[in-house]
Nanobody, 120 residues
Framework: QVHLVESGGGLVQPGGSLRLSCAAS????????MEWYRQTPGNQRELVAG???????NYADSVKGRFTISRDAAKNVVALQMNSLKPEDTAVYYC??????????????WGQGTQVTVSS
């Protein structure tokens, strides 16, 4: 059973920085894509940033130049460095992993979510 553990959320002032981390473990054969999504009340979950197995990255327009996604393939960890945070970045952030599992098959998994609040 694949398990994702997120950490690093919290309260930060506008212009500040936070770093989110997500560690995947349990029955993983290989990971393809690792992504961060976010969701605010009443809205759909939106893609913030993603990184492929080959290291290609993509970002939502709203975070380009401020957020950086990185991946440690050996440790099955994905991080999101968030700089120059704005109040509109306030949301619950979710880690999403697509991976092949040891028992066969390609599956998608979600973390439990971590709250990021940007406020003075």
């Amino acid at each position: 059973q694949v398990h994702l553990v997120e950490s690093g959320g919290g309260l930060v002032q506008p212009g500040g920085s936070l770093r989110l981390s997500c560690a995947a473990s349990g029955g993983i054969w290989s990971i393809t894509n690792m992504e961060w999504y976010r969701q605010t009340p009443g809205n759909q979950r939106e893609l913030v940033a993603g990184v492929t197995g080959s290291g290609n990255t993509n970002y939502a327009d709203s975070v380009k130049g401020r957020f950086t996604i990185s991946r440690d393939a050996a440790k099955n960890v994905v991080a999101l460095q968030m700089n120059s945070l704005k109040p509109e970045d306030t949301a619950v952030y979710y880690c999403h992993v697509e991976c092949y599992v040891n028992t066969g098959g390609l599956y998608n998994y979600w973390g439990q979510g971590t709250q990021v609040t940007v406020s003075s």
